[in-house]
């Protein structure tokens, strides 16, 4: 036994002293050598390939790694339950808890029947130190691991997958913000922010938009359909964007339903003030600065421009020769819409730098986009803006309905039923009221309130509502029948005029003759006087 040990210890020893020349003897250029022959040696029986995705790349020790977070995401959502140990960080603006594997620990995941695992890992700092930014040594890192059978369908489509995901993620979790442009001000130094912004809290959503329900999930399909087509649309040789034109009366749910859409997409709100763009060159930079997965409105359009072009010049102009034959009441009208339409010549943005943008290639910049504009008055805007391609889906967005009100009712009062419905289905019928006025009358005004008092104080309503359209309509009578008179008036006037010239000439040719001399019509060509 003791001869065993005596052997045993001096092949170790052997070995040591090996090792040590080995270290201390070969040259580097041999060592490394021998490294990568054994490296291929152990390849050759070891079946699996590793793949690492470092924190940080290249140059850029400040920006991580975009697969590396997406990554991160995608194992944060998947580890959650494999995972022992995780990390949990709280995104700043949307408070929203993060949750990611901790460092060391592994996890397996599984894609199309192949089996991957995950690892993460970090190079330790090399000198022990305290600061508050993370150390330049201090390196982490995802590892994949695969079977090397597995090489096409994890390159060409799991790693796809991944990132894919782990952006979606990212999308999901972010905290959405709504824009507007800054005004352009001239002569200012360095790059001007285009945009600014504001986190978008808004609460609608189409659970609580008033609206018929076939409606409804028509946009609803119709969305969804967009934001699943990036394929499609690449195929069919279509930008990916979709223009919507939601056009009714004040206070039928236009900017509601604005909102109630970017939150079901999960998207971005860029709140386009047209005015404000000091041209087409303008309007084109603020375009190119909008991200992706984002909604472009524009709010009454038909105030936002001259969309009608020379139409409505000349009406103006025809306005400002009028006025100054006008009272003064009619007057300062007629001021002040031209004094409306200076403001718009603030902004030199015309119909075809608007339709370029939204149309045109300029339009490409950016994808999964939304158009939206919006209009009390779809009549006044000019065809070509609204033609399908460019307002792909017109929505008119109407007085309330029984159905509309049905949904109002659930969400104020959780009411599905209750007797005062049939009289108030039987008003909506009768009497046109916005879903603005319906809401307003449902709201509790004092601790008081429930689901009774407000749909009986929605019943008076209906009598107000009844009064002034009444009101309005008399009053618009009364405004037609002065233009009426106006109109005649200026017609008996313009009559009186001919009729007055047509005598004067007639008693100036009278006295003409009666004096003597030929009246110029009596005069030919050869200069002779007719014989009369
Ligand atoms: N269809 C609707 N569903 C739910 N609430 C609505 C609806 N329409 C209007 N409302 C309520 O009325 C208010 C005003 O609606 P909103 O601002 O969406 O109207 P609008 O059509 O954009 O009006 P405007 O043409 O004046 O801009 C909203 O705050 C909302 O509470
Ligand atoms: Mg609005």
Not at 174 to 179: G, I
Not at 218 to 241: H, N, P, Q, V
Not at 337 to 360: A, M, P, Q, R
Not at 378 to 407: N, T
Request: with cysteine; net charge neutral; proline share 2%.
């Amino acid at each position: 036994m003791s001869e065993i040990f005596t052997q045993f210890g001096s092949s170790v020893a052997t070995l040591m002293f090996l090792y040590t020349m080995y270290q201390n003897y070969f040259p580097n250029q041999l060592r490394n050598q021998i490294k990568r022959y054994s490296k291929k040696f152990t390849s050759f029986f070891y079946p699996y390939i590793q793949i690492t995705f470092n924190e940080f790349e290249g140059d850029s020790w400040f920006e991580r790694s975009k697969a590396f977070s997406s990554i991160e995401r995608y194992l944060g959502k998947n580890s959650s339950s494999q995972a022992k140990r995780l990390k949990a960080r709280v995104l700043r603006e949307s408070e929203v808890v993060v949750l990611s594997m901790d460092d060391y620990e592994e996890v397996n995941d599984e894609f199309e029947g192949v089996k991957l695992w995950w690892a993460s890992s970090q190079i330790p700092p090399n000198r022990q130190s305290i600061s508050f930014y993370p150390r330049e040594d201090e390196k982490r890192f995802f590892t994949l691991t695969f079977h090397k059978k597995h090489r096409k369908v994890v390159t060409e489509s799991y790693l796809k997958h991944v990132l894919d995901e782990g952006k979606e993620i990212a999308v999901q979790q972010r905290q959405r913000k709504l824009f507007t442009n800054n005004k352009s001000e001239g002569g200012g130094y360095g790059r001007r922010r285009l945009w600014s912004h504001v986190m978008f809290n808004h609460p609608a959503s189409f659970n609580t938009l008033a609206m018929e329900a076939t409606k409804k999930k028509e946009i609803i399909d119709d969305l969804e359909t967009f934001s699943r087509s990036k394929e499609y649309y690449g195929k069919i040789g279509k930008a990916w964007k979709r223009g919507y034109l939601l056009f009714g009366p004040p206070g039928t749910g236009k900017s509601t339903m604005i909102a109630a859409m970017a939150n079901f997409l999960k998207y971005d709100v860029y709140d386009l003030e047209l005015t404000a763009v000091k041209d087409n060159t303008e309007l084109r930079r603020l375009l190119i600065d909008t991200s992706s997965k984002s909604i472009i409105v524009i709010e009454d359009i038909d105030c936002s421009l001259d969309l009608t072009g020379q139409r409505e010049k000349k009406k103006m102009e025809k306005k400002k020769g009028d006025s100054g034959e006008k009272k003064d009441e009619d007057k300062s009208k007629v001021e002040k819409e031209l004094k409306k339409d200076e403001d718009k010549k603030g902004s030199e943005v015309t119909l075809s730098g608007l339709l370029n943008c939204i149309d045109g290639l300029w339009s490409t910049c950016g994808e999964e986009r939304i158009f939206v504009f919006t209009t009390n008055y779809v009549e006044k805007l000019d065809p070509a803006l609204i033609r399908r391609g460019r307002m792909d889906k017109h929505i008119e967005l109407s007085y309330c309905c029984f159905e509309s009100f049905k949904v109002l009712a659930k969400n104020y009062w959780n009411l599905d039923s209750h007797e005062l419905f049939p009289t108030i289905e039987k008003l909506l019928e009768e009497t046109k009221m916005t879903p603005a006025d319906v809401a307003e009358n449902l709201m509790p005004k004092s601790s008081d309130d429930n689901g009774d008092t407000c749909l009986e104080r929605l019943i008076k309503g209906f009598d107000i509502v009844k009064e002034e359209a009444r009101l309005k309509a008399e009053e618009e009578k009364k405004e037609k029948a002065e233009e009426e008179e106006r109109l005649k008036a200026e017609k008996e006037k313009e009559e009186e005029e001919k009729l007055k010239a047509e005598k004067e000439k007639e008693e100036e040719e009278k006295k003409k003759q009666e004096n003597g001399v030929a009246s110029p019509n009596d005069v030919k060509e050869n200069g002779h006087v007719s014989e009369k």
